[in-house]
T-cell receptor, first 115, second 111 residues
Framework: DTGVSQNPRHKITKRGQNVTFRCDPI?????LYWYRQTLGQGPEFLTY????????KSRLLSDRFSAERPKGSFSTLEIQRTEQGDSAMYLC?????????????FGPGTRLTVL | QKEVEQDPGPLSVPEGAIVSLNCTYS??????FMWYRQYSRKGPELLMY????GNKEDGRFTAQVDKSSKYISLFIRDSQPSDSATYLC???????????FGKGTTLSVSS
């Protein structure tokens, strides 16, 4: 399978715990994006990497959220001190790059439930 | 007013019908337009991708962009029960930027 992969697929945690999600983009895709989707809504942008550089962060990304892409390949998204409002599907997407290319391919998502 | 508006439906049609899904937007700087299909509890799947204006056809799917009206459409011909899903429109200003999504339209095709 050469698509975007995400792990874990599901995570249940208690309020106040830290969680970390991983995303492996399509091979050779240098752009990587994180989105969050709640029930009945479209995905909302969180942050974007080009190679290892984090180029853009949404105002949705509070101080409790941090994302990394240390070697320009896989990425991790960590949420510290989780709150019930963090319950959502966390989606990762990747894109090949290029001046006129913005095709973004999504992974299956990590569904987070905060109790 | 949200940047991208999409009627959430639900939309119910019989098998074989032509389906029309639409989005309007307010930001004239959008240049990249996409349609995604999302099955329940799955990630969005890219269906159609258009840069700037015009039409694009792929099998039973046709995407149209009318930048003068700030309106995009997705047509599905000969709809099948397997087309039952949520359809999300998405758009962006430049390459390498965030996609702005509509809420999605839930489609149900009955056999």
């Amino acid at each position: 399978d050469t698509g975007v992969s995400q792990n874990p697929r599901h995570k249940i945690t208690k309020r106040g715990q830290n969680v970390t999600f991983r995303c492996d983009p399509i091979s050779e895709h240098n752009r990587l994006y994180w989105y969050r989707q709640t029930l009945g809504q479209g995905p909302e942008f969180l942050t974007y990497f080009q190679n290892e550089a984090q180029l853009e962060k949404s105002r949705l990304l509070s101080d409790r959220f941090s994302a990394e892409r240390p070697k320009g390949s896989f990425s991790t998204l960590e949420i510290q001190r989780t709150e019930q409002g963090d319950s959502a599907m966390y989606l990762c997407a990747s894109s090949l790059g290029g001046t006129y290319n913005n095709e973004q391919f999504f992974g299956p998502g990590t569904r987070l439930t905060v109790l | 007013q949200k940047e991208v508006e999409q009627d959430p439906g639900p939309l119910s049609v019989p098998e074989g019908a032509i389906v029309s899904l639409n989005c309007t937007y307010s930001n004239s700087a959008f240049q990249y337009f996409m349609w995604y299909r999302q099955y329940s509890r799955k990630g969005p799947e890219l269906l159609m991708y258009t840069y700037s204006s015009g039409n694009k056809e792929d099998g039973r799917f046709t995407a149209q962009v009318d930048k003068s009206s700030k309106y995009i459409s997705l047509f599905i011909r000969d709809s099948q029960p397997s087309d039952s899903a949520t359809y999300l429109c998405a758009m962006s200003r430049q390459a390498g930027t965030a996609l702005i999504f509509g809420k999605g339209t839930t489609l149900s095709v009955s056999s």
